[in-house]
């Protein structure tokens, strides 16, 4: 499984960026795909992730209705919209896949990551 985000950028408060996340390989083993974001002395977290045997979408209350996931129906690109961006969004992403999801994020067991995009929104 290969994931590689791209979009990421610097943006002023309230502005919008899309991040994209290319993803291959065999496709049961990123069954679940999501989004994770590290900002420096912080823990990574999960800010969004779908399941697509069902379809199923988890948020992390901090950017929902801010962001959306999304998916294209062959799984090979993963999207993430975000609006209304504030500083504290600023963060490394990370695009993550798995076969299961676990609090519907991407299980840690068995997790892929791709390298990150940085994304600064600026006061």
């Known amino acids: 499984v290969e994931l590689v985000e791209s979009g990421g950028g610097s943006v002023q408060t309230g502005g919008s960026l899309r991040l994209t996340c290319a993803a291959s390989g065999y496709a049961p083993r990123r069954n679940c795909i999501g989004w994770f974001r590290q900002a420096p002395g912080k823990e990574r977290e999960g800010v969004a992730g779908i399941y697509s045997r069902s379809g199923s979408i988890r948020y992390a209350d901090s950017v929902n209705g801010r962001f959306t996931i999304s998916q294209e129906q062959d799984k090979s690109m993963v999207y993430l919209q975000m609006n209304s961006l504030k500083p504290e969004d600023s963060a490394m992403y990370y695009c993550?896949?798995?076969?299961?999801?676990?609090?519907?994020?991407?299980?840690?067991?068995?997790?892929?990551w791709g390298q990150g995009t940085q994304v600064t929104v600026s006061s």
């Open positions: 993550a896949a798995s076969r299961y999801c676990r609090d519907g994020y991407p299980d840690p067991r068995g997790r892929y």
